[in-house]
Each structure stands twice: as structure tokens, then as C-alpha cells.
């Protein structure tokens, strides 16, 4: 544990943040996994409509730094390929 009062508060905040980001992260997973759920079961309408909520997801994951923006580009790459493999926009 922290003994400067500084470092203490710090801790405390790490920890708030850590929390917070795992939320989010955890929100994200679960759009992008919707859609590759609806991919794999061939609904193509069901999942062009999940990625259209799933990317300002990933979009706001980059924009705060929790992922690379790379990272993002890369996920909604594949996710857009699955989709148009079913033969939808």
C-alpha cells in the first residue's frame, strides 16, 4: 500500500479508470461479438444492422484510447468481410 498520500489517491484512481475502461471494453466485445453470432448463423440482415451499431463502439474505443486505432480498423476489416461473405451490403 501507498505511503505518501499522493500515490494513494493515484492508486485510487488507477483503479477507477481500470474499472471504467473494462466496462467499455466489455460493451464493445459484446457488439462485436453480436455480429459475428449473426454471421455465423448466415443472417446477413441481422448482422449488417449489429455492425452498423457495433462500429461507433469500436470508433469510441479509439477515440479514448483503450484500443489502437489500428486495433479498430482491423476488427471492423473482418467484421465488414464476414458480412459481405453472406452476400449483404
Request: net charge positive; hydrophobic share 35%; no cysteine.
Amino acid at each position: 500500500m501507498a505511503n505518501i498520500k499522493s500515490a494513494a489517491k493515484r492508486a485510487r484512481q488507477s483503479e477507477r479508470r481500470r474499472q471504467h475502461n473494462m466496462a467499455l471494453r466489455s460493451r464493445m466485445r459484446t457488439a462485436i461479438k453480436k455480429v459475428k453470432n449473426a454471421t455465423a448463423a448466415g443472417d446477413a440482415e441481422q448482422a449488417a444492422s449489429l455492425y452498423k451499431e457495433a462500429v461507433p463502439e469500436i470508433d469510441t474505443m479509439i477515440s479514448k484510447g483503450i484500443i489502437h486505432k489500428n486495433t479498430g480498423a482491423r476488427t471492423k476489416s473482418r467484421l465488414s468481410k464476414g458480412i459481405k461473405s453472406l452476400g449483404a451490403d
